[in-house]
């Protein structure tokens, strides 16, 4: 914490971005978390409690947090059957406390157990998904939610529906936006002082704004206006502003439903925030290591802080987080100044920002989508080969068509299959020569054998020609399953004794065939 601001030249425009792509993801997964009764505060809250209270918990350097699309059908769900906001919300402040004891108790080793190629396939189809879920919001149709997670493949039927619904405003100022953006990204820019300063993000919403109210003069046809901007709540005083928040109903905790909702947001959102750990520190320039079990105490204490306020579930995002290393955030810095942005501004310049068209914003998260899903991305992978590129491919299609757990999970079947493939194939090695004539046949067994292996090597023993001479080597093994014992005690007892074969074994334990 003592050199949190040595790279503040860096993490200051970064966290600008970061705001910018929070902001409109903050109130759109609040309006579609709350149902019928929006809340749209509460993912402000989120925002706001995920940037600075989880970055100040947190050992990433540039991991940010916030409500995510993920827990969407979970919190409308819980909402449902506890009966109220303030209720669930209890529910949050449970599932925190959960999150910190998973912490001290070692629960965030499970992030190391996903594959390489499936963390990178969950990258490139978020960044896929934002790229298509942007389209609408290009055009001007804006009905859909600018949230950062897939929903089964609904974006489809969104860009069909887009298409009908095509606003020229809206267009001319999304292909400005993407021009300036794309222009901001070429080296010659960020030769440039003022600019390494200055995001390109704030310069495509400065513009947005300005030619909204340019078309409002020349030409009104053009306008955007009501869905087409932000909408953030405007208080007239302090009063408002309290009104602002809702606190939890602890008189909830008698009924048993709000102790399974905890459960489930805890799972949940800890399973994303190591996922998105995992994302993020591949991403990040340095290769930081972020020490997981402080991620999980960090997260479970935004939960607890968020509950307490009103606000949504938070996790770690890789959208937020991916814009913050692709802008040149260095530290944690630019996440705690991006929640402390979040709530100044909102409270602040509500009517400034509620000037902001959507279309600015799309260009943005579009922006930061194909920079996740690069076509360099494909390339590499592929060029890895098929253990590396199979699962890659399956966790993109997998998320696309699902979500992002049950996409993972795909991807990690195809990753495990691989893994058990390649297991089979290399438990041992064969060696072959001859001994008095003879064939000799030496198969030297790996240092872990396994009931993976027993399939490979039973297949090996009992396709040996007749009349040999065979060598079973387990000088090297620490450890051989029993089933793989039992597989070579019945070829000594049964095959070998048919086809004439000797055998001769090391260090290999007998053990009692059922039956015999």
Not at 162 to 187: E, K
Not at 480 to 498: C, G, S
Request: a neutral charge.
């Amino acid at each position: 914490m003592k050199n949190l601001f040595s790279n503040w030249r860096s993490d200051a425009p970064a966290s600008l971005v970061v705001f910018l792509v929070a902001l409109p993801l903050c109130l759109g997964v609040a309006l579609a978390s709350t149902g019928e009764n929006p809340v749209l505060f509460s993912g402000v809250i989120a925002g706001v409690v995920g940037g600075v209270v989880v970055g100040l918990f947190s050992g990433s350097r540039l991991g940010v947090s916030g409500p995510a699309a993920g827990l969407i059908t979970i919190v409308l769900s819980a909402i449902i059957t506890l009966g109220s906001f303030e209720a669930f919300l209890v529910a949050v402040v449970l599932s925190g406390i959960l999150q910190i004891i998973a912490g001290f108790v070692g629960a965030g080793v499970i992030g190391n157990y996903f594959p390489s190629s499936v963390i990178k396939g969950m990258l490139a189809a978020i960044g896929l998904t934002l790229i298509l879920k942007e389209i609408p919001h290009l055009v001007g149709y804006d009905k859909t939610l600018m949230v950062d997670e897939p929903d089964g493949g609904h974006f489809i039927q969104e860009l069909i529906t887009s298409m009908q619904f095509l606003n020229p405003g809206a267009i001319v100022i999304a292909i400005i936006s993407l021009a300036i953006l794309i222009l901001f990204d070429r080296p010659v820019m960020k030769k440039i002082a003022l600019f390494k300063f200055i995001p390109g993000a704030l310069i495509v919403v400065v513009v947005g704004i300005l030619m909204n109210l340019l078309f409002s003069a020349v030409f009104p046809e053009m306008v955007l206006s009501g869905e087409h901007l932000v909408s953030l709540p405007v208080t007239q005083s302090f009063e408002d502003f309290k009104n602002l928040f809702t606190f939890p109903d602890f008189s909830a905790l008698t009924n048993p439903n709000v102790y399974g909702v905890a459960f489930t947001i805890a799972l949940v959102a800890s399973l994303e925030s190591l996922l998105s750990v995992e994302a993020t520190d591949k991403l990040d320039p340095d290769k930081h290591q972020t020490p997981t079990n402080q991620e999980l105490k960090a997260q479970g204490i935004g939960n607890v802080v968020s509950g307490l306020l009103g606000g949504l579930p938070v996790t770690q995002v890789i959208v937020r987080s991916s814009a913050n290393i692709n802008s040149g955030g260095k530290s944690k810095l630019s996440t705690i100044l991006h929640g402390v942005l979040l709530f100044l501004c909102v409270l602040a310049i509500p009517k400034v920002l509620n000037m902001i068209p959507y279309a600015s914003l799309a260009a943005i998260l579009m922006m930061v989508g194909y920079k996740l899903s690069s076509v360099s991305l494909y390339k590499k992978m592929f060029k890895l080969g098929l253990e590396q590129f199979l699962p890659f491919i399956a966790t993109i299609v997998g998320v696309l068509m699902t979500d992002l757990l049950k996409g993972i999970g795909i991807g990690l079947v195809v990753a495990i299959f691989f893994i058990l493939r390649k297991n089979y194939k290399n438990n041992y090695s064969i060696e072959k020569a001859e001994e008095n004539g003879k064939p000799l046949v030496r198969i030297q067994l790996a240092q872990e054998v396994t009931f993976l292996n027993k399939g490979s090597i039973h297949e090996t023993l009992y396709n040996l020609p007749e009349n040999v001479h065979v060598i079973i080597d387990g000088s090297d093994s620490q450890a051989i399953d029993y089933d793989v014992l039992e597989v070579i005690q019945e070829f000594k007892t049964h095959t070998a004794v048919e086809k004439n074969i000797k055998v001769t074994t090391f260090r290999i334990p007998r053990v009692e065939v059922m039956g015999h």
